[in-house]
Nanobody, 126 residues
Framework: QVQLVESGGGLVQTGGSLRLSCAASGRSFSTYAMGWFRQAPGKEREFVASISWSGGDTYYADSVKGRFTISRDNAKNTVYLQMNSLKPEDTAVYYC???????????????????WGQGTLVTVSS
């Protein structure tokens, strides 16, 4: 069973940057699509970004397009989320997700995600 561990969260000022990492244990990481979701206080979990097993396909929520970049290093079993130009509304717990389906499926069918990380808190101060 694959386990996911996020890191890189923290407190940053508006306009700042953070890079989140998600390390996966187990084999076959390179065969899975990966994604990031977030959940702000009092709100439902929402899709942020996803990436195909090869890294060739990526998808983003409209709210983060042009500011966030998802990438992966299959040799390190790690997926990243580079977050630039952060805004207070980006404040949330960020979760890593893994799917045996596609990056597109992660975006449109989050209930098909096979594994979740424990989350890392990102706080953007105004």
């Amino acid at each position: 069973q694959v386990q996911l561990v996020e890191s890189g969260g923290g407190l940053v000022q508006t306009g700042g940057s953070l890079r989140l990492s998600c390390a996966a244990s187990g084999r076959s990481f390179s065969t899975y699509a990966m994604g990031w979701f977030r959940q702000a206080p009092g709100k439902e979990r929402e899709f942020v970004a996803s990436i195909s097993w090869s890294g060739g396909d990526t998808y983003y929520a409209d709210s983060v397009k042009g500011r966030f970049t998802i990438s992966r290093d299959n040799a390190k079993n790690t997926v990243y989320l580079q977050m630039n130009s952060l805004k207070p509304e980006d404040t949330a717990v960020y979760y890593c997700a893994l799917s045996r389906l596609s990056a597109y499926s992660i975006m449109i069918l989050p209930n098909t995600v096979d594994a979740w990380g424990q989350g890392t808190l990102v706080t953007v101060s105004s």
